[in-house]
């Protein structure tokens, strides 16, 4: 009798076993249909962002532009021959004004277009050369930030933009809700939502790379600005030395 008992409960648990076995099989065969996830494309987003991801390609498509020309502008303006100085300084002294003056139209740079203008007004007061000098040096700078303030522009744009686009796919979303009133379904929603950021996430990305340009050819101008100075102060001593003397 108690053979039996045991015999009959072996038979009821391998039973048990086998069932659960059959159920954790047919668990892990329907596991991948259940975890294939649709993949997100960059591009599907990018189209699904609406207008405003056009906007935010062109204003970045500018920006790179702008970065390139200017950086490559600013890196010829900030190149220097070290006996630029030396030679105008020999040319003043041995009375080669005109010498000095053809050097400089030779020398295409900003310290020389600064250098010739002060040669041309030798003769008047110091005073007048100096600002005569100081005003090409203002319109030396003006060329050389032209398309800084589109940079500046777009660094606090972009992100303003994306945000408008999120905030009119959230407004589209709530509308679409609304109008399907119960039969509302929540993956709808969800899409609509994901789908409203990536303009958030896109004007972010713009305005990031819009600002760390703007910044790095502000202190490149900044740097050709302090020794176009230094070029100024020179030429003034040098013009003051043979009154000196």
């Not at 005569?132 to 003006?142: D, H, P, R, S, W």
């Not at 703007?214 to 900044?222: A, G, H, P, W």
Request: charged share 15%; proline share 2%; net charge negative.
């Amino acid at each position: 009798m108690f053979l039996s008992n045991f015999i009959q409960q072996s038979d009821q648990t391998a039973g048990y076993i086998v069932d659960a076995a059959t159920e954790t099989t047919d668990i892990i065969s329907a596991q991948p249909a259940a975890q294939t996830v649709q993949e997100l494309s960059l591009w599907d987003l990018c189209v699904d962002g609406g207008w405003i991801m056009i906007v935010l390609a062109v204003l970045l498509i500018i920006a790179i532009y702008i970065f390139v020309e200017r950086s490559l502008v600013i890196n010829k303006a900030g190149r220097e021959d070290g006996s630029f100085m030396k030679r105008i300084k020999d040319y003043i002294h041995d009375g080669e004004i005109s010498s000095a003056y053809r050097l400089c139209e030779n020398t295409d740079s900003p310290y020389s277009r600064l250098i010739a203008k002060g040669l041309s007004r030798i003769g008047r007061p110091m005073n007048d050369v100096l600002v005569t000098i100081e005003n090409t040096g203002n319109l030396e700078v003006a060329n050389l930030s032209k398309g800084l303030p589109w940079l500046a522009t777009t660094a606090a744009g972009a992100p303003m933009l994306g945000f408008l686009g999120t905030v009119i796919g959230m407004v589209q979303s709530f509308y679409a809700i609304a109008q399907s009133g119960n039969s509302a379904e929540i993956g709808s929603f969800a899409d609509g939502i994901y789908t409203a950021l990536v303009t958030t996430v896109a004007g972010l990305i713009v305005g990031i790379i819009a600002l760390f340009a703007y910044n790095y050819l502000v202190s490149r101008v900044n740097k050709v600005m302090n020794r176009m100075e230094a070029r100024i102060m020179d030429f003034m001593d040098l013009l003051n030395e043979p009154a000196n003397n």
